[in-house]
């Protein structure tokens, strides 16, 4: 019988937002009060994009304009990746891999979830890899 692992099983539900109209300071801010490096951008309570570290870097910083005027709407990637929860998470990794980016967006019922990784979710095939090889030398 073979084992699915789906996209809820080994997602990160830490999601936060901020809104379009955010600076890039205020994201920073946030990103570091909640220990995460990407936000949702939301724009009249609905997410239409998201903002990392590297689009403030890239967007912002390395083109010389002060992070307290470039607004999340600006320098946000757009549109989402998203994925269901019920997906297998080689789903989920084949998205990241064909459109290049890292890290893809967990939707029920119309709202965002949580979020996979390229990092967790290779930690976490590691790890029930790992554990299916010690059952296997258990049985």
Same mark, same amino acid.
């Given at each position: ?11 990160d ?9 955010? +600076?890039?300071? !205020? $994201? /920073?801010?946030?990103?570091?009060? @909640? =220990?995460?490096?990407s936000?949702?951008?939301?724009? *009249? ?6 903002? +990392?570290?590297? !689009? $403030? /870097?890239?967007r912002?910083?390395m @083109? =010389? ?7 999340? *709407? ?7 990746v998203?994925?269901g ?48 090889h ?6």
């Amino acid at each position: 019988m073979p084992i699915t692992v789906r996209v809820r099983d080994v997602m990160d539900t830490n999601v936060y937002t901020v809104d379009a109209s955010a +600076t890039a300071m !205020d $994201i /920073l801010k946030v990103m570091q009060e @909640k =220990g995460v490096w990407s936000v949702i951008v939301e724009e *009249k309570g609905l997410p239409i994009g998201v903002i +990392t570290e590297r !689009d $403030i /870097l890239r967007r912002c910083i390395m @083109k =010389g304009f002060s992070p307290d005027k470039c607004k999340a *709407k600006e320098i946000m990637s757009a549109p989402l990746v998203t994925i269901g929860p019920d997906e297998p998470i080689g789903e989920a990794m084949r998205l990241m891999v064909e459109k290049g980016i890292r890290r893809v967006y967990v939707v029920e019922g119309g709202k965002i979830i949580g979020r996979v990784t390229q990092t967790g979710s290779c930690t976490n095939l590691l790890n029930i890899v790992l554990a299916l090889h010690e059952v296997r030398y258990q049985l």
